[in-house]
């Protein structure tokens, strides 16, 4: 239990330390933004695979620039000032902090033996350090994650406990999961929000295109893809984010968002989402760096496609979407396909 402690105590320290310091600042910056994350395979009936995840993030209020700014530490100026199109003048700044865990099992949880056609069990516990650079039309996101992989993810601990609450049946193969590695990711993805018909007023339409990347012993891969909204009072935000690189993108751009606005703050969209992946490293399916571990063949590319609902009320958004996956690697007998919800939340 003390273990689990100590997980949120940086993320908690920094979200209330950080809101508490923007308490003090004016101008044009009072907008906060908190996101709750959750994705499971369990809307689709099923128990395998990429069976669960859970983010929270948080994103501060706009920023001015990141080496004026006294809220961030001073030892990572340095650093912040040679991050390629971190400080081009008359966008927006962001910083975001998230803590999350992701969770893969085989598809039959009640073996205790290695499968060894199937994927590994596996977890992954991290934290995410997020920078975002936007201005109405366009959002580049820097991301650095650091976390464990294996045992000391908890994830073990985690499936176990919830499939007694839920009364479901106990995973038997975690002691086959990945062995303990510390993991590093580094990404970076832009968004344009292109063919925006409304304007966050009345019916309307608008396309959000992406092109990204992610490099580190736990992910490799460049992404490309993108989504269409239509509805009313369509968010002035950059879209749909789910449980990978790009979180937080939901928050409110200017203070025309109908989230932000005194009168006529409801709203309501459809959307579709598409995203396609080429994969060089995911250590869920080659398994451990510099260490044995189980694994299978893992495929080259991989799409995901969602759709799905959102709803704003005041300075809530919920979303909730459907995805389809892609076969991940050689010999799954099934594509898959979960349920992603999230809600945000701005203060």
């Known amino acids: ?23 003090q600042t004016g101008a044009n910056e009072k907008f906060q933004t908190f996101f709750f994350y959750l994705e499971n395979d369990v809307f689709s009936g099923t128990d395998r695979h990429y069976t669960n995840a859970l983010r929270l993030t948080w994103l501060s209020s706009d920023l001015t620039e990141y080496d004026e700014d006294t809220r961030l530490p001073r030892w990572g100026l340095p650093l912040l000032r040679k991050l390629p199109l971190i400080n081009r003048p008359g966008f927006q700044r962001n910083v975001g902090l998230s803590l999350g865990q992701n969770m893969y099992t085989p598809e039959d949880i009640s073996r205790k033996d290695l499968i060894k056609d199937d994927r590994p069990y596996a977890g992954w516990t991290y934290f995410s350090l997020t920078f975002h650079v936007k201005n109405i039309t366009q959002m580049d996101v820097f991301e650095v994650t650091l976390g464990m992989v294996g045992p000391s993810s908890l994830a073990k601990q985690t499936q176990r406990t919830v499939h007694r609450w839920i009364d479901s049946k106990e995973p038997k193969g975690w002691e086959h999961q990945l062995r303990n590695e510390p993991g590093l990711n580094i990404g970076w993805q832009r968004n344009w929000r292109l063919m925006n018909i409304g304007k966050g007023d009345g019916f309307g339409f608008d396309f959000i295109p992406h092109l990204g990347g992610v490099v580190g012993n736990v992910y490799t891969y460049v992404n490309l893809g993108g989504e269409i909204r239509f509805g ?82 005041k300075h809530v958004k919920l979303t909730y979407a459907h995805v389809y996956r892609t076969k991940e690697f050689d010999g799954q007998d099934k594509a898959q396909s979960f349920g992603s919800v999230t809600l945000a939340i701005t203060f």
């Open 1 to 23: 239990m003390t273990r689990k402690v100590l997980l949120f105590v940086p993320f908690f320290y920094f979200v209330f330390g950080l809101s508490f310091s923007s308490a």
């Open 232 to 313: 009313y009072n369509i968010p002035l935000d950059f879209g749909t984010s789910f449980i990978r690189l790009g979180s937080g993108i939901e928050a409110p751009v200017t203070e025309s968002d109908p989230r932000l606005r005194r009168r006529h703050n409801f709203g309501a969209h459809l959307f579709m989402d598409v995203d396609g992946r080429a994969v060089a490293r995911d250590i869920f399916l080659d398994g451990n760096t510099w260490k044995e571990s189980h694994r299978v063949d893992r495929k080259r590319f991989v799409a995901d496609m969602a759709a799905g609902l959102s709803i704003l009320y």
